[in-house]
């Protein structure tokens, strides 16, 4: 017995006549708009507690993305010194 993958569904609907493929589009849509997403949490509460717990996980974090984002640039210009100073000098030998 073969699997049904979504690749053999998708092959199977680009080869419908155009018609067809636009009604079995809108039928997905129409399922999609039906069908509403498990909500993360139960309740209003849970999500604040869940989210007191991850201030609380990285509260000792004092760093700004700013200040990440400045220390990744300065880390990369340096290591990008250190490529070209070990290839010129390959180049020169």
Known sequence: M???TFESVLAQ?????????????????Q?????????L???EEERRARVRALRGKYAHIN??????LARKHE??????????ARHSEEANS
Do not use: C, G, H, M
Request: negative net charge; proline residues 8%.
């Open 31 to 39: 399922s999609l708009e039906q069908t509403k997403p498990e909500p």
């Open 75 to 84: 880390d990369t210009e340096r290591e990008e010194a250190r490529y070209l």
């Open 63 to 68: 760093t700004s993305v700013d200040e990440f």
């Open 41 to 43: 949490f139960s309740s």
């Open 2 to 4: 073969n699997a049904i």
């Open 13 to 29: 609907a680009e080869s419908l006549p155009t018609p067809q493929q636009i009604r079995l589009i809108d039928a997905l849509r």
